[in-house]
Each structure stands twice: as structure tokens, then as C-alpha cells.
């Protein structure tokens, strides 16, 4: 069965612009989370999706938002980019959100880069 | 708000080897899980174990195997017979009712042929 897939796999951009991020779950999968990754703080959990609705959300300002879709795809937004937003941005899948299904499967990431 | 603490940032084995990587927790959680994950120079975060809080017994996964100290908040992973495919950044990782996963800063494993 396919893995959990992340588009693109590496970004470039400007500071001020904003970006769109792209996750597909693996199928049958309906929880969808996303992660920042950075060396200074390390993995930081951004916010999760579940049939549509965001389930809860981390540390981070508004600039930093997402959705999900019917067909549990999400897609996670950075508007006004700063140079700190440079990260490595993973998502995560999940069955659902019970405790119980808390197994989640990465994708490869998408490396962004802010200049 | 939940904290896991890995106190190796790096840690070096021979290969056939075992080595014991560190995570300590704090939670006022009763029913959790807690994770090991693997990250290979490539970034994917592969799923090494898991352990449910509820469940007494270490988790088993083949050479991987848990120390679970759920009174000290302790959750440590031993590798067995490492091998050179084992060299990677571990998290520990926790996972309670309400968010998602809460990362360690992790542990670079070194494996010496």
C-alpha cells in the first residue's frame, strides 16, 4: 500500500511570500499531522486534521495554517514567510484519532527553504 | 503540557554491539503512548517500537526492545547486535489524548564498524 506522500519535496522561497504544502495519507488513513522540523527546536508539532476539521494546533502564529479535504488530503499554508520558517516540514498519517490509533506513518518531507 | 527529554544528543557502539538510548517524560496523563522513531540521513521518520502506558510488559520488536518505567517516567530503548544500517537520529516520542506527537530533541547514533 502506498506510503504517505508530501509535495513538493523541496521549496524555495522569497521572504514575504507565502507557500502551499501538499500531504496524501496513506488510504484508508484520516487523521493528518503536520511537524516542523528545524535543528535549533527540533520537532514541533503544528496541527492536526481529522475528516475536515483541525483537531488541535501547536505553538505557532496565524501565519501558519492548514485543511483537509473529503478525501483526507491536507494541505498546510505559511503566508509572509520568514527567514525562521526554513525548516523541514513533515506530515504525518493516522486511522483516526483515538489513542488506540496513534501509529503514524511519516512522509519524506518537504524541505523549505526561506531567502 | 507534556515534556520528553532525551539526555544524549550522541551516543557510539560497536557494531554487534548493544547500546541503550535514554528518554525520560513528564505527563499527568494515565493512558498514553510512547514511541521510538528513526531517522535515517534521508529524513524519513520510520517507527521503530511503541509501548502503551496501560500494558505492563516492555515492548519486543525483533534487536529493539523498551525499558518501561512508567513510576519514573522512563522509557528507554535498547538496540541489540547494532548494525551499520542502524546508524541514525532516534526520537522518543509521546502521544497523549488530545495533541500530537511530543518529539525529544533526539539521540545521533554512531555505529563503529
Known amino acids: 500500500k502506498a506510503g504517505v506522500t508530501q509535495t513538493p519535496r523541496y521549496l524555495i522561497k522569497t521572504r514575504g511570500q507565502q507557500v502551499t504544502l501538499s500531504c496524501s495519507p496513506i488510504?484508508?488513513?484520516?487523521?493528518v499531522s503536520w511537524y516542523q522540523q528545524t535543528p535549533g527546536q527540533g520537532l514541533q508539532f503544528l496541527f492536526e486534521?481529522?475528516?475536515?476539521?483541525?483537531?488541535n494546533k501547536g505553538n505557532f502564529p496565524g501565519r501558519f495554517s492548514g485543511r483537509q479535504f473529503s478525501n483526507s488530503r491536507s494541505e498546510m499554508n505559511v503566508s509572509t514567510l520568514e527567514l525562521g520558517d526554513s525548516a523541514l516540514y513533515l506530515c504525518?498519517?493516522?486511522?483516526?484519532?483515538?489513542?488506540?490509533?496513534?501509529?503514524?506513518?511519516f512522509g519524506q518531507g518537504t524541505r523549505l527553504t526561506v531567502v | 503540557a507534556q515534556t520528553v527529554t532525551q539526555s544524549q544528543p550522541e551516543m557510539s557502539v560497536q557494531e554487534a554491539e548493544t547500546v541503550t538510548l535514554s528518554c525520560t517524560y513528564d505527563?499527568?496523563?494515565?493512558?498514553?503512548?510512547l514511541f521510538w522513531y528513526k531517522q535515517p540521513p534521508s529524513r524519513q521518520m520510520i517507527l521503530v517500537i511503541r509501548?502503551?502506558?496501560?500494558?505492563?510488559q516492555n515492548a519486543t520488536e525483533n534487536r529493539f526492545s523498551v525499558n518501561f518505567q512508567k513510576a519514573a517516567k522512563s522509557f528507554s530503548l535498547k538496540i541489540s547486535d547494532s548494525q551499520l544500517g542502524d546508524a541514525a537520529m532516534y526520537f522518543c516520542?509521546?502521544?497523549?489524548?488530545?495533541?500530537?506527537?511530543?518529539f525529544g530533541k533526539g539521540t545521533h547514533l554512531i555505529i563503529q564498524p
Open positions: 504525518a498519517s493516522t486511522k483516526g484519532t483515538q489513542i488506540s490509533n496513534t501509529e503514524a506513518f
Open positions: 488510504s484508508g488513513h484520516r487523521s
Open positions: 486534521y481529522f475528516s475536515e476539521t483541525q483537531r
Open positions: 505527563t499527568s496523563e494515565s493512558d498514553y503512548y
Open positions: 509501548q502503551e502506558a496501560y500494558k505492563q
Open positions: 516520542a509521546y502521544r497523549g489524548g488530545a495533541d500530537g506527537l511530543t
